[in-house]
C-alpha cells in the first residue's frame, strides 16, 4: 500500500487529537506516514503507533522553533518528495493551511482545503468538502501531482490500529527564506483551564441573548460544571463580550462536540454551519420559533438568566 503522508501536531509534547483524527483518514486510503516536526520522544512514537502510523518520519532542527512557517513547509516538502505518498495530509488550522498550501505550490499538487472525509478513489482519494454553511456535500478528487488535503477537526472518530512503527530521521536543507521570518519572543497565553475548544468534547456556547459580557459567567458556569469549552456566536463576539478566538460558524471555529449547549443564539445558518456536526444539541432561547430548535435535540423555552443557573446548580447536586 502507498505511504499516505500526515503531518503531526502536538502541543506541550503531546500529539493533538486532530492529528490522530488524520491517522484514521490516512488508513483507509493508504499506510499512515506520521511526520514529526522537532525532537522526538518514546510516548509520541507509542501514541502515533496505536494509532496506525507504520512509520514515523522525524525532522529536528533549529529553524523549525526558530522561524515561522516555512521551515515546516519545507520539511514536509522534502518527505513528500522522498515518499511520493498517495496524499499528503495536514489539520485544517491557520498553519496548517498555510503549510499545505505552500507545499502544493512547491510540488506542483492539487489541494482541497477543509475537508470532511476522505474515501479511496480510482486514481486519487475521494475528498468531501462541507459547503455552502453545511447544506451540501460535495465530493472532489485531485487531478494534479500528489494531492494535498487540509482535514477540519473532529471530522471523524478516533479510531486505534495499534503497530510498532519505525523510526527514521531525515535531514532537510533549508532554503534562505526560510529563514526569512524570525519568531523573536512567545509569551504563552494565560490558561483558563478550560479543554480547547476545537478538541472539546462538550460544549457551552452563549449568543446575543446572553445580553451582557458579565452574563457570560453564566454560560463558563454550566461549561465548568460540565468540565467543556465556552464558545459564542458572532453576535456576542462582535459585541465584545467574548473573544473572537471562541466564536463558532462559518467565519469561526468548527466544532463537532459529543454535546452542544446553545444559549441565547437563534442558529442563523452561519452559525449552524460551525456546530450542526454536534452529536447532542440542547437549545435555551425564549422564543419557541427559534430555528436553533429545528435542529436541536432537546429545547428548552424559557430565559436563560433563570435557566442557566438552575442547570448549573442541578449539574452540582449530581
Ligand atoms: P441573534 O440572532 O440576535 O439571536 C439571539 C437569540 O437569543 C434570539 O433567538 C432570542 O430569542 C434569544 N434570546 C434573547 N434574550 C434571551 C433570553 N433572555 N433568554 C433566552 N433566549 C434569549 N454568526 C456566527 O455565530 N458565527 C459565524 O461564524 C458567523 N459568520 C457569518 C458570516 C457571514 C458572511 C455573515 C453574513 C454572518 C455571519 N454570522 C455568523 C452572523 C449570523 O448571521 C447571525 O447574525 C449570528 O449568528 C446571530 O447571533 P445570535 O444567534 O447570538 O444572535
Redesign the pocket.
Known amino acids: 500500500m502507498a505511504p499516505v503522508l500526515v503531518l503531526i501536531e502536538r502541543v506541550d509534547g503531546a500529539v493533538r487529537k486532530p492529528s490522530l483524527e488524520l491517522l484514521t483518514l490516512a488508513r483507509r486510503i493508504g499506510e499512515p506516514a506520521a511526520l514529526v516536526l522537532g525532537a522526538i520522544d518514546d510516548t509520541t512514537v507509542a501514541t502515533l503507533g496505536e494509532h496506525g502510523a507504520s512509520t514515523v518520519y522525524t525532522v529536528d532542527a533549529p529553524e523549525l522553533a526558530d522561524y515561522l512557517i516555512v521551515p515546516a513547509a519545507e520539511a514536509v516538502t522534502h518527505v513528500a518528495k522522498m515518499l511520493d505518498p498517495a496524499a499528503v495530509l495536514v489539520t485544517s488550522g491557520p498553519d496548517g493551511k498555510e503549510i499545505a498550501g505552500r507545499v502544493a505550490v512547491a510540488l506542483d499538487s492539487g489541494i482541497i482545503t477543509d475537508a470532511v472525509d476522505i474515501s479511496p478513489g480510482d486514481s486519487s482519494p475521494v475528498v468531501t468538502q462541507s459547503v455552502f454553511s453545511g447544506t451540501w456535500l460535495a465530493d472532489s478528487t485531485i487531478t494534479s501531482g500528489t494531492p494535498v488535503i487540509t482535514v477540519r477537526t473532529n471530522s471523524v472518530a478516533v479510531e486505534t490500529a495499534p503497530t510498532t512503527p519505525a523510526v527514521e530521521s531525515v535531514d532537510v536543507a533549508f532554503s534562505d527564506l526560510a529563514r526569512s521570518a524570525k519568531v523573536t519572543g512567545t509569551t504563552a497565553k494565560e490558561s483558563s483551564g478550560r479543554p480547547d475548544l476545537t478538541d472539546a468534547a462538550i460544549v457551552v456556547a452563549?449568543?446575543?441573548?446572553?445580553?451582557s459580557e458579565d452574563a457570560f459567567t453564566l454560560v463558563e458556569g454550566v461549561a465548568d460544571a460540565l468540565g467543556g469549552a465556552v464558545a459564542?456566536?458572532?453576535?456576542?463576539t462582535d459585541m465584545g463580550w467574548y473573544g473572537h478566538e471562541f466564536?463558532?460558524?462559518?467565519?469561526?471555529k468548527t466544532v463537532s462536540p459529543s454535546l452542544y449547549v446553545a444559549?441565547?443564539?437563534?442558529?442563523?445558518?452561519?452559525?449552524r454551519?460551525?456546530m450542526q456536526g454536534s452529536k447532542t444539541i440542547v437549545a435555551?432561547?425564549?422564543?419557541p420559533k427559534?430555528p436553533?430548535f429545528e435542529i436541536a435535540d432537546f429545547g428548552v423555552v424559557?430565559?436563560?438568566?433563570t435557566?442557566l443557573p438552575a442547570l448549573t446548580e442541578e449539574l452540582g447536586k449530581r
Open positions: 452563549g449568543g446575543r441573548g446572553m445580553g459564542a456566536s458572532r453576535a456576542a466564536q463558532v460558524g462559518q467565519t469561526g444559549a441565547g443564539i437563534s442558529g442563523a445558518i452561519q452559525h454551519a460551525g435555551v432561547n425564549k422564543d427559534a436553533i424559557g430565559d436563560l438568566h435557566i
